[in-house]
DNA sequence: CAAGCGATCAT
DNA sequence: ACATGATCGCTTGT
């Protein structure tokens, strides 16, 4: 309790909000789409939804103890007696904002917060008559408004927020701000408001004067009384100006003065918050269809205590480590059958470089034991005792990386069966957005958390990668950190029900995706050698090329900077697309610029960036082939929100294919001794018909049973011309809908990428959109599920959170509903092609197959065929990626065979 | 030396 | 202003 400094303010301390109803849903209105957000029946819930997010971050981040909402009342106010003219000119109010007031008046009731009106007076005035009382009461008061009328009340104690963009972001303004800002004290705001004059509330000031010279002519003489009697002595136009219009100015003072004496309740109670009902919030946001979102940001200060509380679970473990044993030949075949019988959470200290296992030791840890393995020393007895205890699948482990720890375990020719949770998975199936190095910094702060709950924090940062000798106590408390997460990480994945994908899917991938990258991809480095050399050549050449049209000056041609330089201010070239930093130089840009010039630079430059690219990425490859002759890849399932996977060090899929010359690269990439030939496999538009499956429309499904090229059968209907008659152009520009409707293309990119008007654009999608209505209905409807649940699904329930699909930016906004276009579709392909790569590793492994996967390119798997294997692996492979998941159109795959990835193609 | 940017490769 | 990635070289800031 804290003693007031004050007689008469016995009270606990109070921080009364005080909102501007009317100003904030109006801000709300315009800040989110009306069309966006509807309650399903044609009335538009936007400034509603806008004003309900302003509200609960307000009260979120202020945490004040009482809340009030004033409101304009309908019939005009006593200003509009002074003055005929007060308001006028505003523009009609928008036909979907009629009706929301009512809406966010009945959210408050269900909020128990108390929104007030009073006839003949603005919420401006009621919010001034708040304000000062709090003043005079020395407690505080937090005015949330856009109206510049309430500037003047900003005093000690008493803080106006401003909404600067949309309805989230404020700034705040104390008395300090305002005299930064206005140069003028709070009080004397309204002086120069009236010298300035008001337009939007039709009060027009002193012509030639703004807020400069106004603060100025204040500052001088104290106030707007002593300056207007000496109004004589003010020279210049300004001075005469001044002069000519008195009567305004004094009109303006009249008006802008806050009224502070309105008759209001002034009970404890009445303003308090936790009176809310959350049956009744619910059922009003039901009303008003607002999604979960929304609800999972409802403070819970407006409920009453107790029904939101959260106090629970004390954990009776201690956070002291168990002693850290150092079992060692039949000392751990001893331990092993003992406490770590039943499974361990399992930490490594090694990395996965290029394919080198470097690990030393292991660190097992159970809620009673801890062990520390040296690799390293253990004898014949050890070794097999362990080998036993990792591919015992009864026996589970748990790991940060399960993979990771398969590579360093396997390199030392330990097998490991019965994962039970990898935290890294389980961390991206709840949060597919973040980088895993926030995610493990998530883990630590929950880690944390529970060690302080017990009250026995170590001091010492877990270090969960492990690293570089560290000590023993190192890696048996990362061991603990695994052991302590899981639990936490096992409720997430049931909160976001995600179990099934992370025990059935992404961790039994995780083992088939480690033995693709040991084995690696076999390159022939004289292949890639040669190609350098001769690019280098080429590059030479074009180089030298490109110079000689400038007049021979050497300028780094990889540099955008000194490209525009040459390009746009030496040429004198017209300008283009713009970047962040100046004007583009990119290879739509430059062949656009060919066109209209024929500046041979353009072309030797175009040139020199493809032989560049390639040099890139051939001596990028080069560096990456490994001892053995061979690329090992690394590939993450924790990276693409939507669930793809991810190659890296070096990028395997992104190998290129489009140009014939880029194609050569391909060549490289060859079969190993030992085996055949290469199979790759591919999902033929797997996209397009996970589509038709998840929209179910009739003409697209048809199209795909039908038999018929997929784009000439959509040409043709949306062309109305039978199929034979789709020229290329049609069948181009149908498949290039197609293709950017699941990417939320706009009919400005399309045009853009087609080359051809908006108008012809629009009328291109509409005429899409006429004949696969389906189509719309469905991505319509997608966007719509996503802005109610926060969250896109993919077949499997594979969950993608998309927070900003309510957002006030517009930006923001947009980019998220293309995400949630698009996320469905490329992650239900992901969790396509990965049933697909179990099944397909599950029976090579069974049918006693050599051949083995080696790739995975988003639709496509890369196999080595074993000698005499091909018939069989071929329809395994087939069979096994056709009938991953039975969609309503057929799956197919597509197959090829040859030597080099390149002669695999098909 | 790191970070941001622009460009370009893949599906 | 069309989704998901990776990588490189240049430029700029620490």
């Given at each position: 309790?804290?003693?007031?400094?004050?007689?008469?303010?016995?009270?606990?301390?109070?921080?009364?909000?005080?909102?501007?109803?009317?100003?904030?849903?109006?801000?709300?209105?315009?800040?989110?789409?009306?069309?966006?957000?509807?309650?399903?029946?044609?009335?538009?819930?936007?400034?509603?939804?806008?004003?309900?997010?302003?509200?609960?971050?307000?009260?979120?981040?202020?945490?004040?103890?009482?809340?009030?909402?004033?409101?304009?009342?309908?019939?005009?106010?006593?200003?509009?007696?002074?003055?005929?003219?007060?308001?006028?000119?505003?523009?009609?109010?928008?036909?979907?904002?009629?009706?929301?007031?009512?809406?966010?008046?009945?959210?408050?009731?269900?909020?128990?917060?108390?929104?007030?009106?009073?006839?003949?007076?603005?919420?401006?005035?009621?919010?001034?008559?708040?304000?000062?009382?709090?003043?005079?009461?020395?407690?505080?008061?937090?005015?949330?408004?856009?109206?510049?009328?309430?500037?003047?009340?900003?005093?000690?104690?008493?803080?106006?927020?401003?909404?600067?963009?949309?309805?989230?972001?404020?700034?705040?303004?104390?008395?300090?701000?305002?005299?930064?800002?206005?140069?003028?004290?709070?009080?004397?705001?309204?002086?120069?408001?009236?010298?300035?004059?008001?337009?939007?509330?039709?009060?027009?000031?002193?012509?030639?004067?703004?807020?400069?010279?106004?603060?100025?002519?204040?500052?001088?003489?104290?106030?707007?009384?002593?300056?207007?009697?000496?109004?004589?002595?003010?020279?210049?136009?300004?001075?005469?100006?001044?002069?000519?219009?008195?009567?305004?100015?004094?009109?303006?003072?009249?008006?802008?003065?806050?009224?502070?004496?309105?008759?209001?309740?002034?009970?404890?109670?009445?303003?308090?918050?936790?009176?809310?009902?959350?049956?009744?919030?619910?059922?009003?946001?039901?009303?008003?269809?607002?999604?979960?979102?929304?609800?999972?940001?409802?403070?819970?200060?407006?409920?009453?205590?107790?029904?939101?509380?959260?106090?629970?679970?004390?954990?009776?473990?201690?956070?002291?480590?168990?002693?850290?044993?150092?079992?060692?030949?039949?000392?751990?075949?001893?331990?092993?059958?003992?406490?770590?019988?039943?499974?361990?959470?399992?930490?490594?200290?090694?990395?996965?470089?290029?394919?080198?296992?470097?690990?030393?030791?292991?660190?097992?840890?159970?809620?009673?034991?801890?062990?520390?393995?040296?690799?390293?020393?253990?004898?014949?007895?050890?070794?097999?005792?362990?080998?036993?205890?990792?591919?015992?699948?009864?026996?589970?482990?748990?790991?940060?990386d399960a993979k990771l720890a398969v590579h360093e375990l396997s390199?030392?020719?330990?097998?490991?069966?019965?994962?039970?949770?990898?935290?890294?998975?389980?961390?991206?199936?709840?949060?597919?957005?973040?980088?895993?190095?926030?995610?493990?910094?998530?883990?630590?702060?929950?880690?944390?958390?529970?060690?302080?709950?017990?009250?026995?924090?170590?001091?010492?940062?877990?270090?969960?990668?492990?690293?570089?000798?560290?000590?023993?106590?190192?890696?048996?408390?990362?061991?603990?950190?695994?052991?302590?997460?899981?639990?936490?990480?096992?409720?997430?994945?049931?909160?976001?029900?995600?179990?099934?994908?992370?025990?059935?899917?992404?961790?039994?991938?995780?083992?088939?995706?480690?033995?693709?990258?040991?084995?690696?991809?076999?390159?022939?480095?004289?292949?890639?050698?040669?190609?350098?050399?001769?690019?280098?050549?080429?590059?030479?050449?074009?180089?030298?090329?490109?110079?000689?049209?400038?007049?021979?000056?050497?300028?780094?041609?990889?540099?955008?900077?000194?490209?525009?330089?040459?390009?746009?201010?030496?040429?004198?070239?017209?300008?283009?697309?713009?970047?962040?930093?100046?004007?583009?130089?990119?290879?739509?840009?430059?062949?656009?610029?060919?066109?209209?010039?024929?500046?041979?630079?353009?072309?030797?430059?175009?040139?020199?960036?493809?032989?560049?690219?390639?040099?890139?990425?051939?001596?990028?490859?080069?560096?990456?082939?490994?001892?053995?002759?061979?690329?090992?890849?690394?590939?993450?399932?924790?990276?693409?929100?939507?669930?793809?996977?991810?190659?890296?060090?070096?990028?395997?899929?992104?190998?290129?294919?489009?140009?014939?010359?880029?194609?050569?690269?391909?060549?490289?990439?060859?079969?190993?001794e030992g085996y055949e030939q290469l199979l790759t496999a591919d999902?033929?538009?797997?996209?397009?018909?996970?589509?038709?499956?998840?929209?179910?429309?009739?003409?697209?499904?048809?199209?795909?049973?039908?038999?018929?090229?997929?784009?000439?059968?959509?040409?043709?209907?949306?062309?109305?011309?039978?199929?034979?008659?789709?020229?290329?152009?049609?069948?181009?520009?149908?498949?290039?809908?197609?293709?950017?409707?699941?990417?939320?293309?706009?009919?400005?990119?399309?045009?853009?990428?087609?080359?051809?008007?908006?108008?012809?654009?629009?009328?291109?999608?509409?005429?899409?959109?006429?004949?696969?209505?389906?189509?719309?209905?469905?991505?319509?409807?997608?966007?719509?599920?996503?802005?109610?649940?926060?969250?896109?699904?993919?077949?499997?329930?594979?969950?993608?959170?998309?927070?900003?699909?309510?957002?006030?930016?517009?930006?923001?906004?947009?980019?998220?509903?293309?995400?949630?276009?698009?996320?469905?579709?490329?992650?239900?392909?992901?969790?396509?092609?990965?049933?697909?790569?179990?099944?397909?590793?599950?029976?090579?492994?069974?049918?006693?197959?050599r051949s083995r996967v080696l790739l995975q390119v988003h639709d496509?798997?890369?196999?080595?065929?074993?000698?005499?294997?091909?018939?069989?692996?071929?329809?395994?492979?087939?069979?096994?990626?056709?009938?991953?998941?039975?969609?309503?159109?057929?799956?197919?795959?597509?197959?090829?065979?040859?030597?080099?990835?390149?002669?695999?193609?098909?």
């Amino acid at each position: 309790m804290t003693s007031s400094e004050h007689p008469g303010s016995d009270q606990a301390p109070v921080r009364l909000l005080l909102i501007d109803g009317h100003a904030m849903a109006f801000r709300a209105f315009f800040a989110l789409p009306a069309d966006g957000f509807t309650d399903g029946r044609g009335q538009s819930t936007n400034a509603v939804y806008g004003f309900a997010r302003m509200l609960f971050n307000v009260v979120a981040s202020e945490r004040p103890t009482h809340v009030a909402v004033a409101f304009d009342m309908a019939g005009g106010t006593f200003r509009d007696r002074i003055y005929d003219q007060y308001k006028a000119g505003r523009d009609e109010t928008p036909a979907q904002f009629i009706g929301q007031i009512a809406l966010i008046q009945k959210t408050l009731d269900a909020l128990g917060v108390t929104w007030l009106e009073v006839p003949d007076f603005e919420a401006d005035d009621i919010i001034a008559t708040l304000a000062t009382r709090m003043r005079t009461r020395e407690q505080e008061a937090l005015i949330v408004s856009s109206d510049r009328d309430a500037i003047q009340l900003v005093g000690p104690g008493v803080t106006l927020l401003q909404p600067v963009k949309g309805v989230t972001e404020m700034r705040r303004m104390d008395p300090a701000a305002v005299e930064e800002k206005y140069q003028v004290t709070p009080e004397h705001y309204p002086d120069l408001a009236a010298l300035v004059g008001e337009s939007a509330d039709n009060l027009p000031g002193v012509p030639g004067v703004g807020p400069k010279t106004a603060a100025k002519w204040i500052g001088k003489y104290g106030d707007l009384e002593s300056l207007l009697e000496h109004a004589e002595e003010i020279t210049g136009k300004a001075g005469q100006s001044l002069r000519d219009h008195v009567e305004d100015v004094r009109r303006n003072r009249v008006m802008n003065a806050a009224v502070t004496d309105l008759e209001l309740p002034d009970d404890e109670v009445v303003f308090t918050l936790g009176r809310g009902d959350r049956a009744a919030v619910h059922d009003v946001f039901d009303d008003l269809a607002f999604g979960a979102t929304i609800r999972r940001d409802l403070p819970a200060v407006f409920l009453p205590e107790g029904e939101d509380g959260t106090d629970a679970a004390a954990d009776e473990q201690a956070a002291e480590l168990p002693e850290i044993t150092r079992p060692e030949g039949k000392d751990l075949a001893a331990a092993l059958r003992g406490p770590f019988a039943d499974g361990a959470a399992l930490a490594i200290d090694g990395t996965w470089e290029l394919g080198l296992g470097e690990a030393r030791r292991i660190a097992l840890s159970t809620e009673s034991a801890l062990a520390v393995i040296d690799l390293e020393r253990l004898d014949t007895d050890g070794e097999r005792a362990l080998a036993a205890w990792l591919s015992d699948a009864s026996v589970r482990k748990d790991a940060h990386d399960a993979k990771l720890a398969v590579h360093e375990l396997s390199a030392r020719g330990l097998d490991v069966e019965g994962w039970g949770t990898d935290l890294s998975l389980a961390e991206f199936l709840c949060r597919p957005d973040q980088r895993p190095t926030d995610l493990a910094g998530l883990a630590m702060r929950h880690l944390q958390e529970e060690l302080e709950a017990e009250q026995a924090a170590p001091q010492q940062t877990l270090d969960l990668e492990g690293d570089d000798g560290a000590a023993d106590e190192s890696l048996a408390r990362a061991a603990d950190a695994v052991r302590r997460l899981v639990p936490l990480l096992r409720t997430d994945l049931e909160e976001h029900e995600a179990t099934a994908l992370h025990d059935d899917l992404e961790l039994p991938l995780a083992t088939v995706l480690g033995e693709m990258e040991a084995v690696g991809i076999q390159v022939e480095d004289e292949v890639l050698a040669d190609l350098d050399a001769e690019h280098e050549r080429r590059q030479t050449e074009v180089a030298e090329a490109a110079f000689s049209e400038i007049d021979g000056e050497r300028i780094n041609l990889g540099s955008p900077k000194q490209l525009q330089e040459v390009l746009y201010e030496r040429l004198g070239m017209p300008k283009g697309r713009r970047t962040k930093t100046g004007y583009s130089t990119n290879a739509e840009t430059l062949t656009d610029l060919f066109e209209k010039t024929q500046h041979p630079f353009l072309a030797h430059l175009l040139a020199h960036r493809d032989v560049t690219k390639m040099r890139q990425i051939i001596e990028t490859l080069r560096r990456f082939i490994a001892e053995d002759g061979r690329i090992h890849t690394t590939f993450h399932q924790n990276i693409a929100a939507t669930g793809r996977l991810s190659s890296n060090n070096p990028n395997l899929q992104n190998i290129p294919m489009r140009t014939e010359d880029g194609r050569r690269i391909r060549s490289a990439f060859v079969v190993s001794e030992g085996y055949e030939q290469l199979l790759t496999a591919d999902y033929s538009q797997i996209e397009m018909r996970i589509m038709a499956h998840l929209s179910e429309d009739e003409g697209l499904i048809e199209a795909f049973r039908s038999g018929e090229d997929l784009h000439r059968f959509v040409a043709s209907r949306v062309f109305d011309v039978a199929p034979e008659d789709v020229s290329a152009a049609m069948r181009s520009k149908t498949k290039a809908v197609s293709y950017g409707l699941a990417y939320g293309l706009s009919a400005f990119g399309l045009a853009r990428q087609l080359h051809i008007s908006q108008a012809e654009a629009t009328g291109l999608r509409d005429g899409y959109f006429e004949r696969f209505g389906g189509v719309r209905d469905f991505l319509r409807e997608s966007v719509e599920q996503a802005r109610s649940t926060g969250y896109t699904e993919t077949i499997l329930g594979r969950r993608r959170y998309l927070p900003d699909l309510t957002s006030d930016n517009r930006q923001r906004r947009e980019n998220a509903e293309r995400v949630a276009l698009n996320s469905p579709i490329q992650g239900s392909a992901a969790d396509i092609i990965k049933l697909a790569m179990l099944r397909v590793a599950a029976d090579l492994r069974e049918a006693g197959l050599r051949s083995r996967v080696l790739l995975q390119v988003h639709d496509e798997l890369v196999l080595e065929i074993a000698p005499g294997e091909l018939e069989q692996v071929r329809d395994l492979v087939v069979t096994g990626m056709g009938d991953a998941y039975e969609i309503s159109v057929p799956l197919e795959v597509g197959v090829g065979v040859g030597r080099t990835w390149l002669d695999a193609a098909h």
